[in-house]
C-alpha cells in the first residue's frame, strides 16, 4: 500500500492524512473482495522496519489499525473473518503495543465466525524475520525441509499468494510474504495506495483469472 505520504504531499496535506485516506481506501478493497468472491486478502499494513518513522506518524497508523480492526461488524456483515501476522506478542524484539495487541484480539475473535473472506494485516511484520523464526522452530522438530518451514510461517493456513499488488510506481518486492508469494503474478501500478480504485483492483483479478484459465 505504497504512496499515502506521496498522495497526501500532492494535496498539499500531512503524511498522516493519506494514511487516513489509505485506510479507507483498504475498507474499500476489503469490501470488494467480499463482493468478489476473493478467499484471502493479505495487507501489509506495519512493517518491521516502519518504526523508525516520526513518533506522530507511527501513532497515526496506529490509531489507524485500531480502526481497522474496530470494523467488525462490518465484517460479519460480509462473512470475513479478520486474521493477523507479525512478531509474536511476547517474543523477543516484538513491537505491538498492547492497545493494539487487543484491538487485533478482539477483531479476531469477533469475526471467527467468518467463512467467506480472510482478511490478514501484517502488522510489525517483516518476511525475513517470519522465516528466520521459522527455520529455527523446525530445527527443534527434526531435518528441515520445506513443508517443515511452511508448518511454522506466522499463519500457515495461508495458501500460497495468487496475486500480489504495488502501487504507486514501485517495481521492487518488498520484505513482504517472501516465501508465499513464490509464482505470485504481480501488479504493477502507478496510482498511489489511496487512489487505487476497486475498478482497478477488479481488472487486477480478470487479468490473473484470464492469465490461469
Ligand atoms: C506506505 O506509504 C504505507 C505505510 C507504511 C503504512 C500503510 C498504512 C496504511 C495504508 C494506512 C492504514 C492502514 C491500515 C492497515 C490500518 P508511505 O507512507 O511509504 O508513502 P510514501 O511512499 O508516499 O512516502
Do not use: C
Amino acid at each position: 500500500m505504497d504512496g499515502n505520504g506521496r498522495w497526501a504531499r500532492r494535496k498539499g496535506l500531512p503524511r498522516t492524512e493519506g494514511h487516513t485516506a489509505g485506510e479507507e481506501a483498504l475498507a474499500t478493497i476489503v469490501r470488494e473482495s467480499a463482493a468478489s468472491n476473493v478467499g484471502w486478502l493479505t495487507a501489509f499494513g506495519f512493517s518491521t522496519e516502519n518504526w523508525v518513522r516520526p513518533r506522530t506518524e507511527v501513532r497515526h497508523i496506529l490509531s489507524l489499525h485500531r480502526k481497522l480492526f474496530g470494523r467488525t461488524e462490518e465484517m460479519r456483515q460480509r462473512n470475513a473473518r479478520t486474521r493477523w501476522i507479525g512478531r509474536p506478542f511476547h517474543e523477543k524484539g516484538a513491537k505491538t503495543p498492547i492497545y493494539v495487541q487487543r484491538a487485533i484480539q478482539r477483531a479476531i475473535d469477533d469475526t471467527k465466525s467468518g467463512t467467506g473472506l480472510t482478511v490478514t494485516i501484517a502488522f510489525d511484520y517483516g518476511s525475513r524475520a517470519e522465516l528466520l523464526r521459522a527455520v529455527r522452530h523446525a530445527m527443534t522438530q527434526g531435518p528441515v525441509s520445506t513443508d517443515s518451514i511452511a508448518r511454522n510461517l506466522y499463519d500457515p493456513t495461508m495458501p500460497p499468494v495468487d496475486l500480489l499488488i504495488r502501487t504507486s510506481g514501485e517495481t521492487r518486492i518488498s520484505n513482504f510474504l517472501l516465501w508465499q508469494i513464490k509464482g505470485a503474478r504481480v501488479h504493477f501500478t502507478e496510482r498511489t495506495w489511496p487512489d487505487f480504485t476497486a475498478q482497478e483492483y477488479r481488472t487486477s483479478l480478470t487479468q490473473y483469472s484470464k492469465s490461469h484459465s
